[in-house]
């Protein structure tokens, strides 16, 4: 029943998505997903959340596609990052510097003040819901590593993203705090503030968004030196920080910059992981296959129990449609971190393209195993509707098939799927409920358009 109800409510918030996040204003930005940057980057917010009295488990960083710096928080358990923020920052200090302050907002209720600021509840059902819908619908790893979801409206995010100066303040003095609770130079936070430091008297079109969003002046820089001469660390810094930072930040600038910015910069003699990663990544998106692959079965033999380089082989095995070698690398990957649902899919997928009726049961199995833990993944529950429909299971493909439409927005498409799959399942089963959800929404979304 609980997980009925964790399914109800995710299927009322993609249904309130898919009215607030309309391109009325600018266009829609998308997620970016990749399990070995996602485990680095929590990684390094971990001590962050620990400092703050915040549950690591429920805290989630969701990465934007935006070249513009940024960085947000919608609700108390997401913050959100733009790539082209963690592009532009130099070191793990400032990055865990930008959660310190962003978890600070969540600590200090400032969300909870925004949205009682909103001038109707309307406001507040398609501002509140619409970032939360979206990391729900987050999806797989997709052709290139970094999977899309659904848009998220520009000026929407705007108005969710304004701070008042006061806020600012706030957050600055509770952010240095964690920082020194969990061994992190305070200083960082305010190397990061010096980055825009001048950007208040620029026009409001050339600012950039951390400017707008994050006000700077004179007295909150003032103030900010004051927190960091009077703080003094605390705790021992984590001696990896910079290395798990280097390798998030790699793997990201390797998949959306041109695979020739890439390789002009990682020298030939350079054989760390980080350095093969990325020649991997850029090799393979040229592509030229085999170097892609020699490169990442090097990276691979180096650091062979670590799940998320083994993924990354299996992916461009399977892109290169060398689909035994890529379900025994997403095999491996998935026995070293068998509760990352991101590689469990890929194991899923992997099976399913190798194209073996032998091979449906276990493909199913994976991808049911990651549905379980991450069942708002669109490409995901495709994969899973043709594994199903393979097998002749209809209503169960029919079931998935509608799920992924909800997902994306598109509930004309996901109805009549849905109650394909309510007529041919069970009353009161799983399945059934799971499509009497779609089928809820998708009525009430259509009747409001």
Request: aromatic share 6%; net charge positive; with cysteine.
């Amino acid at each position: 029943m609980r997980r009925i109800a964790i399914r109800t409510l995710a299927v009322a918030l993609m249904m309130a998505l898919s009215f607030a996040a309309l391109p009325r204003e600018g266009h829609a930005a998308t997620i970016l997903r990749d399990p070995d940057i996602e485990y680095a980057l929590n990684r390094l917010a971990g001590p962050i959340y620990d400092a703050a009295g915040l549950s690591s488990q429920r805290m989630k960083i969701i990465i934007i596609q935006d070249d513009s710096p940024n960085a947000f928080v919608a609700d108390n358990q997401h913050i959100f990052l733009h790539s082209g923020l963690i592009l532009r920052l130099e070191s793990a200090a400032q990055l865990q510097a930008v959660i310190a302050h962003e978890v600070a907002h969540i600590t200090g209720g400032h969300i909870t003040q925004r949205y009682g600021q909103a001038k109707t509840a309307s406001t507040i059902a398609g501002l509140g819901l619409l970032l939360s819908g979206a990391v729900i619908a987050g999806t797989g790893n997709g052709e290139a590593a970094v999977g899309l979801a659904m848009g998220i409206s520009g000026s929407a995010q705007r108005v969710l993203n304004g701070h008042s100066r006061a806020q600012e303040a706030s957050a600055d003095q509770a952010g240095i705090r964690y920082m020194a609770r969990a061994g992190v130079p305070p200083q960082a936070m305010l190397d990061v503030l010096d980055m825009f430091r001048g950007q208040e008297v620029l026009s409001v079109q050339r600012q950039d968004p951390y400017t707008r969003t994050h006000p700077l002046s004179r007295e909150r820089l003032r103030a900010l030196k004051g927190y960091v001469a009077a703080t003094q660390t605390v705790a021992p810094p984590d001696p990896n920080a910079d290395y798990w930072y280097a390798r998030a930040r790699g793997k990201l600038e390797a998949f959306i910059r041109p695979p020739s910015f890439t390789l002009r910069r990682v020298k030939a003699s350079d054989t760390s992981d980080i350095a093969l990663m990325r020649r991997a990544v850029a090799l393979h998106r040229v592509p030229k296959p085999a170097e892609a692959i020699a490169a990442i079965n090097t990276l691979v033999a180096q650091r062979p129990k670590d799940p998320y380089y083994a993924e990354l082989q299996g992916q461009i095995l399977l892109e290169s449609r060398q689909f035994d070698a890529a379900v025994a690398a997403y095999g491996r990957a998935a026995s070293l971190a068998p509760s990352e649902a991101q590689i469990q899919s890929g194991l899923g997928r992997a099976l399913l393209a190798r194209g073996r009726d032998a091979d449906l049961k276990s493909a199913i199995k994976a991808l049911e195993t990651a549905r379980g833990r991450d069942p708002y993944d669109t490409v995901l529950l495709r994969h899973l509707a043709t594994a199903y429909a393979r097998t002749g299971q209809e209503a169960m493909a029919a079931l998935c098939a509608s799920e992924a439409h909800a997902l994306r927005g598109d509930f004309k498409a996901a109805l009549p799927l849905a109650k394909r799959a309510s007529a041919a399942l069970g009353h009161g089963t799983v399945g059934w409920n799971r499509a009497q959800d779609v089928i809820d929404a998708s009525e009430q979304a259509l009747k409001r358009r």
